[in-house]
Protein backbone atom coordinates (compact mmCIF):
# COMPACT_ATOMS: atom_id res chain seq x y z
CA UNK A 1 0.00 0.00 0.00
CA UNK A 2 1.26 3.31 -0.95
CA UNK A 3 1.71 5.93 2.06
CA UNK A 4 -1.44 7.20 3.19
CA UNK A 5 -2.04 10.44 3.88
CA UNK A 6 -3.74 11.23 6.80
CA UNK A 7 -5.41 14.62 5.69
CA UNK A 8 -4.51 16.37 2.73
CA UNK A 9 -6.34 19.54 0.60
CA UNK A 10 -6.45 19.50 -3.34
CA UNK A 11 -6.97 22.56 -5.08
CA UNK A 12 -6.79 26.63 -4.44
CA UNK A 13 -9.52 28.22 -2.09
CA UNK A 14 -12.21 26.64 -3.87
CA UNK A 15 -10.83 23.12 -3.65
CA UNK A 16 -11.36 19.94 -1.70
CA UNK A 17 -10.44 18.20 1.54
CA UNK A 18 -9.46 14.27 1.80
CA UNK A 19 -9.24 13.06 4.99
CA UNK A 20 -8.19 8.89 5.73
CA UNK A 21 -11.42 7.35 7.35
CA UNK A 22 -10.45 6.12 10.47
CA UNK A 23 -13.02 4.22 11.93
CA UNK A 24 -12.49 1.94 8.89
CA UNK A 25 -8.89 0.52 9.79
CA UNK A 26 -7.30 -1.60 9.20
CA UNK A 27 -9.86 -3.76 7.59
CA UNK A 28 -10.65 -1.21 4.53
CA UNK A 29 -8.62 1.72 3.69
CA UNK A 30 -11.00 4.53 2.52
CA UNK A 31 -10.80 8.08 2.10
CA UNK A 32 -13.60 10.90 2.33
CA UNK A 33 -13.65 13.76 0.31
CA UNK A 34 -15.67 16.75 1.78
CA UNK A 35 -17.75 18.27 -0.64
CA UNK A 36 -17.75 22.03 -1.28
CA UNK A 37 -19.10 23.51 1.79
CA UNK A 38 -20.16 21.23 3.60
CA UNK A 39 -18.28 21.59 6.96
CA UNK A 40 -21.25 19.86 8.72
CA UNK A 41 -19.37 16.65 7.73
CA UNK A 42 -16.16 18.27 8.80
CA UNK A 43 -17.47 18.37 12.25
CA UNK A 44 -19.27 14.99 11.99
CA UNK A 45 -16.20 13.17 10.42
CA UNK A 46 -14.20 15.43 13.72
CA UNK A 47 -17.16 14.62 16.59
CA UNK A 48 -17.27 10.47 15.24
CA UNK A 49 -13.26 10.05 15.10
CA UNK A 50 -13.58 9.44 11.80
CA UNK A 51 -10.50 12.03 11.85
CA UNK A 52 -8.87 11.99 15.29
CA UNK A 53 -5.57 12.76 17.71
CA UNK A 54 -4.92 16.05 18.68
CA UNK A 55 -2.70 17.53 15.89
CA UNK A 56 -4.59 15.97 13.31
CA UNK A 57 -7.97 17.53 14.98
CA UNK A 58 -6.59 20.74 14.91
CA UNK A 59 -4.64 20.54 11.17
CA UNK A 60 -8.65 19.01 9.72
CA UNK A 61 -10.02 21.83 11.84
CA UNK A 62 -8.15 24.62 10.11
CA UNK A 63 -9.34 23.19 6.75
CA UNK A 64 -12.67 22.85 7.37
CA UNK A 65 -12.89 26.58 8.03
CA UNK A 66 -11.66 26.72 4.48
CA UNK A 67 -15.08 24.37 3.79
CA UNK A 68 -17.21 26.13 5.71
CA UNK A 69 -16.67 29.33 4.14
CA UNK A 70 -16.55 28.12 0.45
CA UNK A 71 -20.56 29.09 0.22
CA UNK A 72 -20.02 32.48 0.76
CA UNK A 73 -16.78 33.33 -1.51
CA UNK A 74 -18.65 35.66 -3.78
CA UNK A 75 -20.59 37.42 -0.84
CA UNK A 76 -19.57 41.24 -1.35
CA UNK A 77 -20.88 41.80 1.73
CA UNK A 78 -18.32 42.46 4.27
CA UNK A 79 -19.75 41.78 7.35
CA UNK A 80 -22.05 38.92 6.03
CA UNK A 81 -18.74 37.37 5.11
CA UNK A 82 -16.68 37.46 8.47
CA UNK A 83 -20.48 36.35 10.47
CA UNK A 84 -20.55 33.67 8.26
CA UNK A 85 -16.48 32.87 9.00
CA UNK A 86 -16.70 33.51 13.00
CA UNK A 87 -19.98 31.02 12.62
CA UNK A 88 -18.13 28.18 10.94
CA UNK A 89 -14.81 28.55 13.51
CA UNK A 90 -17.73 28.32 16.40
CA UNK A 91 -19.41 25.30 15.01
CA UNK A 92 -16.48 23.43 14.09
CA UNK A 93 -14.98 24.54 17.94
CA UNK A 94 -18.26 22.38 19.44
CA UNK A 95 -16.96 19.34 17.54
CA UNK A 96 -14.73 18.09 20.66
CA UNK A 97 -13.79 19.41 24.20
CA UNK A 98 -10.29 18.24 25.55
CA UNK A 99 -7.91 17.92 22.50
CA UNK A 100 -6.87 21.85 22.89
CA UNK A 101 -5.23 21.87 19.42
CA UNK A 102 -8.61 22.03 17.91
CA UNK A 103 -8.94 25.36 19.54
CA UNK A 104 -5.51 26.26 18.63
CA UNK A 105 -5.68 26.11 15.47
CA UNK A 106 -9.12 27.58 15.08
CA UNK A 107 -7.72 30.75 16.74
CA UNK A 108 -4.98 30.89 14.77
CA UNK A 109 -7.63 31.03 11.46
CA UNK A 110 -9.59 33.61 13.61
CA UNK A 111 -6.60 36.07 13.97
CA UNK A 112 -5.51 35.48 10.58
CA UNK A 113 -9.10 36.80 9.04
CA UNK A 114 -9.08 39.30 11.91
CA UNK A 115 -5.55 40.49 10.39
CA UNK A 116 -6.63 40.67 6.90
CA UNK A 117 -9.44 42.24 7.53
CA UNK A 118 -8.01 45.22 9.06
CA UNK A 119 -6.11 45.67 6.00
CA UNK A 120 -8.95 45.54 4.40
CA UNK A 121 -10.52 47.84 6.04
CA UNK A 122 -7.90 50.29 5.99
CA UNK A 123 -7.87 50.48 2.22
CA UNK A 124 -11.26 50.25 2.23
CA UNK A 125 -11.42 46.99 -0.19
CA UNK A 126 -12.74 43.72 0.17
CA UNK A 127 -12.27 40.60 -1.78
CA UNK A 128 -13.79 37.63 -0.03
CA UNK A 129 -11.39 35.11 -2.66
CA UNK A 130 -8.15 36.88 -1.12
CA UNK A 131 -9.20 36.51 2.48
CA UNK A 132 -9.78 32.74 1.67
CA UNK A 133 -6.95 32.64 0.22
CA UNK A 134 -5.02 33.69 3.15
CA UNK A 135 -6.76 31.29 5.30
CA UNK A 136 -6.23 28.47 3.05
CA UNK A 137 -2.46 29.16 3.11
CA UNK A 138 -2.86 29.16 6.91
CA UNK A 139 -4.42 25.72 7.74
CA UNK A 140 -1.61 24.80 5.09
CA UNK A 141 0.89 26.10 6.94
CA UNK A 142 -0.33 24.39 10.52
CA UNK A 143 -0.46 21.09 8.41
CA UNK A 144 3.69 21.71 6.91
CA UNK A 145 4.65 22.84 10.28
CA UNK A 146 3.14 19.87 12.05
CA UNK A 147 5.60 17.20 10.07
CA UNK A 148 8.52 19.44 10.88
CA UNK A 149 7.53 19.07 14.59
CA UNK A 150 6.73 15.61 14.34
CA UNK A 151 10.15 14.52 13.40
CA UNK A 152 11.75 16.67 16.33
CA UNK A 153 9.74 14.66 18.81
CA UNK A 154 10.98 11.51 16.89
CA UNK A 155 14.56 12.87 17.35
CA UNK A 156 14.23 13.92 20.82
CA UNK A 157 12.59 10.61 21.88
CA UNK A 158 14.27 8.23 20.95
CA UNK A 159 17.74 9.55 22.31
CA UNK A 160 15.77 8.65 25.70
CA UNK A 161 14.64 4.83 24.61
CA UNK A 162 17.49 2.64 24.94
CA UNK A 163 18.42 0.18 22.21
CA UNK A 164 16.96 -3.19 22.65
CA UNK A 165 14.07 -1.66 25.14
CA UNK A 166 10.56 -3.16 25.37
CA UNK A 167 8.29 0.51 25.12
CA UNK A 168 4.72 0.39 26.07
CA UNK A 169 2.28 2.77 23.97
CA UNK A 170 -1.25 3.79 24.77
CA UNK A 171 -3.75 4.64 22.37
CA UNK A 172 -2.80 5.91 19.19
CA UNK A 173 0.05 8.93 18.59
CA UNK A 174 1.22 8.15 14.94
CA UNK A 175 1.15 9.16 11.48
CA UNK A 176 -2.84 8.73 11.78
CA UNK A 177 -3.20 11.40 14.87
CA UNK A 178 -0.88 14.14 13.56
CA UNK A 179 -0.27 15.64 9.53
CA UNK A 180 2.38 12.13 9.61
CA UNK A 181 5.08 10.57 11.48
CA UNK A 182 3.59 11.10 14.81
CA UNK A 183 4.07 12.46 18.67
CA UNK A 184 4.90 9.02 20.88
CA UNK A 185 5.24 6.53 17.41
CA UNK A 186 7.46 9.31 15.78
CA UNK A 187 10.22 8.42 18.47
CA UNK A 188 9.64 4.61 17.88
CA UNK A 189 10.17 5.66 14.00
CA UNK A 190 13.06 7.69 14.23
CA UNK A 191 15.24 5.31 16.42
CA UNK A 192 14.27 2.32 13.84
CA UNK A 193 15.21 4.89 11.25
CA UNK A 194 18.55 5.34 12.81
CA UNK A 195 19.06 1.34 13.67
CA UNK A 196 17.86 1.24 17.46
CA UNK A 197 16.09 -1.90 18.47
CA UNK A 198 13.02 -1.37 19.90
CA UNK A 199 10.31 -3.89 20.57
CA UNK A 200 6.53 -2.05 21.45
CA UNK A 201 4.03 -3.28 23.44
CA UNK A 202 0.94 -1.47 21.95
CA UNK A 203 -2.26 -1.37 24.43
CA UNK A 204 -5.31 -2.25 22.45
CA UNK A 205 -7.00 0.67 23.70
CA UNK A 206 -10.81 0.16 25.01
CA UNK A 207 -13.34 0.90 24.04
CA UNK A 208 -12.79 1.93 20.54
CA UNK A 209 -9.42 -0.19 20.12
CA UNK A 210 -7.07 2.85 18.60
CA UNK A 211 -4.38 0.80 19.86
CA UNK A 212 -5.07 -2.10 17.99
CA UNK A 213 -6.22 -1.02 15.27
CA UNK A 214 -4.24 1.81 14.27
CA UNK A 215 -0.92 1.49 16.77
CA UNK A 216 -0.53 -1.87 16.05
CA UNK A 217 -1.57 -1.15 12.07
CA UNK A 218 0.97 1.70 12.04
CA UNK A 219 3.92 0.15 13.29
CA UNK A 220 3.42 -2.90 11.50
CA UNK A 221 3.51 -1.08 8.28
CA UNK A 222 6.73 0.54 9.28
CA UNK A 223 8.23 -3.29 10.19
CA UNK A 224 8.47 -2.28 13.64
CA UNK A 225 8.07 -5.69 16.13
CA UNK A 226 4.84 -4.56 18.10
CA UNK A 227 2.79 -7.12 20.41
CA UNK A 228 -0.73 -6.35 20.65
CA UNK A 229 -2.05 -6.09 24.31
CA UNK A 230 -5.17 -6.14 25.85
CA UNK A 231 -5.19 -3.05 28.19
CA UNK A 232 -5.23 -5.08 31.43
CA UNK A 233 -2.19 -7.05 30.69
CA UNK A 234 -0.34 -3.78 30.93
CA UNK A 235 0.61 -4.55 34.79
CA UNK A 236 1.73 -8.42 33.57
CA UNK A 237 3.88 -7.27 30.85
CA UNK A 238 5.61 -5.21 33.44
CA UNK A 239 6.30 -7.62 36.04
CA UNK A 240 7.86 -9.70 33.43
CA UNK A 241 10.58 -6.95 32.91
CA UNK A 242 9.28 -6.47 28.89
CA UNK A 243 8.70 -2.68 29.12
CA UNK A 244 11.66 -0.41 29.73
CA UNK A 245 9.87 2.83 29.09
CA UNK A 246 6.53 3.98 28.36
CA UNK A 247 5.84 6.70 25.44
CA UNK A 248 1.99 8.10 25.03
CA UNK A 249 0.63 11.12 23.14
CA UNK A 250 -1.55 13.64 25.02
CA UNK A 251 -4.67 15.91 24.09
CA UNK A 252 -4.05 18.89 26.50
CA UNK A 253 -1.36 19.70 29.04
CA UNK A 254 -1.90 22.28 32.21
CA UNK A 255 0.97 24.80 33.03
CA UNK A 256 1.92 22.36 35.99
CA UNK A 257 2.59 19.46 33.50
CA UNK A 258 -0.59 17.28 34.39
CA UNK A 259 -1.71 15.52 31.19
CA UNK A 260 -5.14 14.72 29.43
CA UNK A 261 -4.66 12.12 26.94
CA UNK A 262 -7.06 8.49 26.25
CA UNK A 263 -8.48 6.69 28.98
CA UNK A 264 -6.54 4.16 30.42
CA UNK A 265 -3.57 6.45 30.05
CA UNK A 266 -3.45 7.36 33.91
CA UNK A 267 -3.68 3.62 34.71
CA UNK A 268 -0.53 3.10 32.85
CA UNK A 269 1.35 5.45 34.35
CA UNK A 270 0.72 4.61 38.01
CA UNK A 271 1.81 1.07 37.25
CA UNK A 272 4.89 2.36 35.66
CA UNK A 273 5.37 3.79 38.51
CA UNK A 274 4.83 1.22 40.69
CA UNK A 275 7.97 -1.07 38.55
CA UNK A 276 9.84 1.84 38.37
CA UNK A 277 9.55 2.59 34.57
CA UNK A 278 10.03 6.12 33.43
CA UNK A 279 6.69 7.25 31.82
CA UNK A 280 7.19 9.98 28.79
CA UNK A 281 4.33 12.16 27.32
CA UNK A 282 5.68 13.04 23.38
CA UNK A 283 3.55 16.55 22.70
CA UNK A 284 3.69 18.93 20.49
CA UNK A 285 4.08 23.16 22.23
CA UNK A 286 -0.08 23.38 20.35
CA UNK A 287 -1.09 20.87 22.73
CA UNK A 288 -0.50 22.53 26.44
CA UNK A 289 -2.76 24.85 27.59
CA UNK A 290 -1.18 27.31 30.01
CA UNK A 291 -4.12 28.64 30.52
CA UNK A 292 -5.31 26.24 32.92
CA UNK A 293 -3.24 25.87 36.04
CA UNK A 294 -3.87 22.29 37.05
CA UNK A 295 -5.57 19.32 35.50
CA UNK A 296 -8.79 19.09 37.13
CA UNK A 297 -9.78 21.94 35.01
CA UNK A 298 -9.38 20.29 31.54
CA UNK A 299 -12.92 19.45 30.37
CA UNK A 300 -13.18 16.00 29.72
CA UNK A 301 -15.40 14.17 27.04
CA UNK A 302 -18.19 12.15 27.95
CA UNK A 303 -18.98 9.72 25.01
CA UNK A 304 -22.13 7.64 24.20
CA UNK A 305 -22.72 4.63 26.44
CA UNK A 306 -23.10 2.16 23.16
CA UNK A 307 -19.61 2.48 22.44
CA UNK A 308 -19.46 0.34 25.73
CA UNK A 309 -22.13 -1.86 25.72
CA UNK A 310 -22.07 -2.23 21.24
CA UNK A 311 -18.87 -1.52 20.60
CA UNK A 312 -18.16 -2.45 16.42
CA UNK A 313 -22.03 -4.12 16.11
CA UNK A 314 -21.74 -6.44 18.74
CA UNK A 315 -23.90 -5.97 21.84
CA UNK A 316 -21.82 -7.25 24.71
CA UNK A 317 -23.58 -5.91 28.11
CA UNK A 318 -27.44 -5.88 28.96
CA UNK A 319 -29.63 -3.56 28.05
CA UNK A 320 -30.37 -0.82 29.80
CA UNK A 321 -27.24 -1.23 31.77
CA UNK A 322 -25.65 2.48 33.63
CA UNK A 323 -22.10 2.91 31.70
CA UNK A 324 -19.77 5.44 32.49
CA UNK A 325 -17.58 6.04 29.25
CA UNK A 326 -14.76 9.36 29.35
CA UNK A 327 -13.02 9.27 26.73
CA UNK A 328 -9.96 11.10 28.35
CA UNK A 329 -8.43 11.01 31.68
CA UNK A 330 -5.46 12.95 33.28
CA UNK A 331 -1.58 12.06 34.72
CA UNK A 332 -0.62 13.93 37.03
CA UNK A 333 2.51 15.61 36.19
CA UNK A 334 4.43 13.82 38.89
CA UNK A 335 4.15 10.61 37.32
CA UNK A 336 6.02 12.08 34.11
CA UNK A 337 9.50 11.39 33.89
CA UNK A 338 9.24 14.14 30.84
CA UNK A 339 7.38 15.54 28.26
CA UNK A 340 9.21 15.31 24.87
CA UNK A 341 8.40 18.04 22.77
CA UNK A 342 9.92 19.86 19.09
CA UNK A 343 11.52 22.67 21.04
CA UNK A 344 13.57 19.70 23.85
CA UNK A 345 12.38 17.37 26.77
CA UNK A 346 11.10 19.15 29.52
CA UNK A 347 12.23 17.28 32.96
CA UNK A 348 11.71 17.28 35.71
CA UNK A 349 8.07 18.58 34.59
CA UNK A 350 7.32 21.24 36.81
CA UNK A 351 5.88 24.77 35.50
CA UNK A 352 8.97 26.64 35.63
CA UNK A 353 10.87 23.61 32.89
CA UNK A 354 7.60 24.04 31.06
CA UNK A 355 8.28 27.56 30.40
CA UNK A 356 11.52 27.91 30.31
CA UNK A 357 11.61 25.32 27.55
CA UNK A 358 8.15 26.72 25.16
CA UNK A 359 9.72 30.04 25.88
O1 LIG B 1 -10.05 9.98 21.00
P1 LIG B 1 -8.79 10.08 20.21
O2 LIG B 1 -8.51 8.88 19.37
O3 LIG B 1 -8.74 11.37 19.42
O4 LIG B 1 -7.64 10.17 21.28
C1 LIG B 1 -6.32 10.36 20.85
C2 LIG B 1 -5.30 10.36 21.91
O5 LIG B 1 -5.60 10.27 23.08
C3 LIG B 1 -3.88 10.58 21.48
O6 LIG B 1 -3.01 9.91 22.33
C4 LIG B 1 -3.56 12.09 21.53
O7 LIG B 1 -4.52 12.82 20.83
C5 LIG B 1 -2.22 12.38 20.97
S1 LIG B 1 -2.14 12.19 19.22
C6 LIG B 1 -0.58 12.63 18.72
Not at 166 to 176: D, I
Not at 183 to 199: P, R
Not at 266 to 274: D, G
Request: net charge negative; proline share 5%; with cysteine.
Amino acid sequence: MSKPETIHWEGDANGTLFMIDQTLLPVEFREIDFSKGCVEKVWEAIHSLRVRGAPAIGIAAAYGVCIGIQPVLNEMDEDKFFAKLNEVIDYLAGSRPTAVNLFWALDRMRDVANSVKQLMDVTQTFHPMEVANRLLMEARAIHEEDREICRAIGRFGAELLPDGAGVLTHCNAGGLATADYGTALAAFFWAAEHGKKLHIYADETRPLLQGARLTAWELKEHGIPVTLICDNMAAQVMREGKIQAVVVGADRITANGDTANKIGTYSVACLAHLHNIPFYVAAPKSTFDLTLAAGEQIPIEQRSPLEVTHGFGKQTAPDGIDVFNPAFDVTPAKYIAGIITELGVISPVTEENIRKVLG
